[in-house]
């Protein structure tokens, strides 16, 4: 991957380099369960990502909740540790420092966490919170500073008022404990304490998302003033758009564990190339009244589960542009209706036996298997397929094989509308403006080589 694969940093010279990062939880185990035969199962919570952060920059992350943000965050600040690949700060291997190095790090390197309620300890003054970290460094000691006229105590205190007051809050509030604060100033106080050891580089991990619009607004104003007062790095993370928009420089959108898109801020805003940035985009609500009646495109379903995580393209589950194959005549959304039926049958989730109880209760009795189908069609297809018969006829058959439990032909039914987006896995590639993982754009020699072989084997529906 070449640099601007991985989108060029808003500043020259380059603090933070991210190549592969990886980071897999494991399910089943255990000593027992390998004793039962049983095989770990893989959690990919960050699959791969690639990226550069410049010395002053702000970099958002970006995702629906559950896309693996805030394992990222914490696997690059090596508060968890990784399954594969490296992190380099200021050019060093964080994953290979030792401990003295790792402290050295841990003081450059600080995190502001979402939640202002529960990550301040109630029975700590604030005080001593932001003091936290100055006890646990032995600052100004470890700095080579001793205090002459005053104990290390009597620094540390000053430094703690100091910076209650460079956030907002008062140095004569020290003694208060966190019951006495609202969410913005208890944010106000976690703020003090990251940056309590003059870090460098500071994750913010949705540092708004539990605080009032007004709220949020004056935080970040506080982080951009003091980004530029200390020089500080950032990566943003967040599900919040308006709040990526308004402070970062550049945006890494991220979709089940991978990065599918990188652009400076204002270029992802007006020119988004992947679908799935696309959609996000056009969920934020507009205030602006000429767009009323726009043709909205919004996110339908959930993010898939990280440990089956679809083949090929993640977001083909859920994308609205999903490419059809060659010789299906469907239209767009047409298609997405019965590629969707085809995926509920794959993983097994068409609810045959609630859809029998619920036709029974409309019908007063029992009900056979075609009315079974006609009402798993009637609540799952949201297009009508009348003007499609061979299309309608086979989704009916592929359903009614499901209702009589013959999964495996349901499945088969329906192969030949399989896209190539599930067949071939797209990867991030530097178009005409800036990086984007999808089909529909420039593909990289070996997946357009790739999509070729997946094209000239697919079954043509024709003949089927
Ligand atoms: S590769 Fe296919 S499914 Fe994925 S975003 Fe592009 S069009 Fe959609």
Redesign the pocket.
């Known amino acids: 991957m070449t640099e601007s694969d991985r989108g060029d940093t808003a500043t020259s010279e380059t603090l933070l380099e991210v190549r592969n990062l990886t980071k897999y939880f494991y399910e089943r185990d255990s000593i027992t369960d390998r004793l039962l035969g049983q095989n770990p199962v893989a959690i990919k919570a960050v699959d791969g990502l690639d990226f550069d952060i410049g010395r002053g920059e702000t970099l958002g992350l970006v995702g629906e909740s559950g896309c693996g943000k805030s394992t990222a965050g914490e696997t690059l600040l090596r508060l968890q540790e990784p399954t594969e690949g490296v992190v380099r700060f200021d050019g060093e291997n964080i994953y290979d420092l030792g401990s003295g190095e790792l402290t050295k790090f841990r003081r450059n390197a600080q995190i502001v966490f979402q939640d202002p309620f529960s990550s301040l300890d109630p029975r700590m003054t604030i005080g001593e919170t932001v003091r936290q970290p100055l006890d646990v460094h032995n600052w100004p000691r470890s700095d080579g500073n001793v205090g002459v006229e005053r104990s290390d105590k009597q620094l540390r205190t000053a430094r703690v008022k100091e910076l209650l007051n460079r956030v907002g809050l008062s140095g004569d509030q020290f003694d208060r404990y966190p019951h006495e604060f609202s969410g913005g100033q208890r944010q106000r106080v976690g703020i003090a304490r990251a940056l309590a050891l003059d870090p460098e580089f500071v994750v913010l991990d949705e540092p708004t998302s539990a605080l009032d619009v007004s709220v949020q607004a004056q935080i970040l104003n506080l982080l951009n003033e003091l980004q530029d007062e200390f020089g500080l790095t950032y990566l943003l993370i967040s599900h919040d758009l308006s709040v990526i928009r308004h402070i970062c420089d550049r945006v890494a959108v991220m979709y089940l564990g991978e990065i599918?898109e990188i652009a400076p801020s204002e270029e992802i805003f007006t020119n988004p190339r992947?679908?799935?940035t696309e959609a996000l985009l056009e969920s934020v609500p507009r205030v602006n009244i000429d767009e009323k009646d726009r043709d909205i495109e919004t996110l339908t379903g959930d993010v898939p589960s990280p440990r089956n995580p679809p083949s090929?393209?993640?977001?083909?589950t859920r994308?609205?542009?999903?490419?059809p194959p060659a010789d299906v005549d469907l239209s767009q959304e047409e298609y997405r209706a019965v590629v969707t039926v085809l995926d509920r049958i794959r993983g097994r989730e068409l609810d045959v036996e609630g859809a029998r109880e619920f036709a029974a209760e409309e019908s007063d009795g029992d009900v056979d298997d075609a009315t079974v189908v006609d009402s798993i069609l009637t609540r799952m297809l949201d297009v009508d397929l009348s003007a499609q018969p061979p299309h309608r006829e086979r989704v009916r058959e592929a359903v009614t094989a499901a209702v009589e439990g013959d999964w495996d032909r349901a499945e088969e039914t329906l192969s030949t509308y399989r896209?190539?987006?599930?067949k071939v896995t797209?990867e991030l590639q530097p178009g005409h403006t800036h990086p984007a993982?999808?089909?529909?754009?420039d593909q990289p020699d070996d997946v357009e080589r790739a999509i070729r072989d997946a094209e000239a084997t697919a079954p043509d529906p024709a003949n089927d």
């Open positions: 599918v992947h679908p799935y090929g393209c993640r977001f083909r994308c609205p542009k999903i490419i896209s190539l987006c599930e797209p993982a999808c089909h529909l754009l």
